[in-house]
């Protein structure tokens, strides 16, 4: 099946599922902000210094929940310019990993709330979840070279599908610092940088 043929039986082109994959990306880190909203009660009964403060757990865990949504999408970004078509499968995979990404800003205003063992693991599960897809998802494509070009590079698809593992990995960190009852069991997902590195280094790229 070549390209055109693979379009006209979806009815959808690359480019739609890239300015969706966009918009929803988009949408979802603008959405993180709310996370931020001071309660009604807090601006009646405190000083805008203790009110700025309160807030410093929400703006962390803002901060963890935008870079990692954007360190999401740009992976997307740079893997999505491989992909010569899309069929159904990878269209319904794309469409689970967006579904996840949409819960983040609740996620995130979650474990700001609370901080406690339980919301950190929800935080965690959100983050490992969409990892888990989108790493599903190029796998499925790089299979083979199914959705990519029969000449591109294996190292390449090998370093891609490495970095796809990079928050899953991570996410997986946390969830068993949480249940162990390590508190700031999100802050494991400061060492995603470094990973990124590593495995860049490790694959020459």
């Known amino acids: 099946m070549n390209e055109t043929d693979a379009a006209d039986d979806l009815h959808i082109e690359k480019n739609r599922l890239e ?10 880190m603008t959405l993180l902000v709310a996370s931020l909203i001071l309660p009604r009660s807090a601006v009646i009964t405190q000083t ?3 009110a700025f403060f309160s807030l410093v757990p929400d703006f962390y ?3 963890i929940g935008f870079f990692v949504l954007a360190a999401f999408w740009i992976a997307h970004h740079m893997q999505f310019r ?3 078509f899309i069929d159904r499968p990878f269209l319904f995979l794309s469409c689970v990993g967006l579904f996840f990404v949409t819960l983040v800003p609740f996620s995130t205003s979650f474990v700001g709330d609370y901080g406690d063992r339980f919301s950190s693991i929800v935080f965690e599960v959100n983050l490992l979840l969409i990892g888990l897809v ?3 998802q190029w796998l499925y494509a790089m299979h083979n070279h199914r959705l990519v070009a029969p000449d591109h590079p ?9 970095r796809s593992l990079i928050i899953p990995a991570i996410s ?19 060492l995603s940088p470094l990973a990124s590195f ?3 280094k490790y694959f020459g790229m």
């Open 48 to 50: 805008s210094q203790q």
């Open 19 to 28: 300015a969706l994959t966009d918009g929803v990306f988009g949408f979802a």
């Open 198 to 200: 590593g495995i860049r």
């Open 134 to 136: 989108f790493f599903a």
């Open 154 to 162: 294996g190292h390449r698809i090998r370093y891609g599908l490495a």
């Open 82 to 84: 491989h992909v010569r």
């Open 172 to 190: 997986v960190l946390g969830i068993l610092l949480s249940l162990a009852g390590f508190h700031g069991s999100t802050m494991v997902y400061m």
């Open 61 to 63: 865990h803002y901060i």
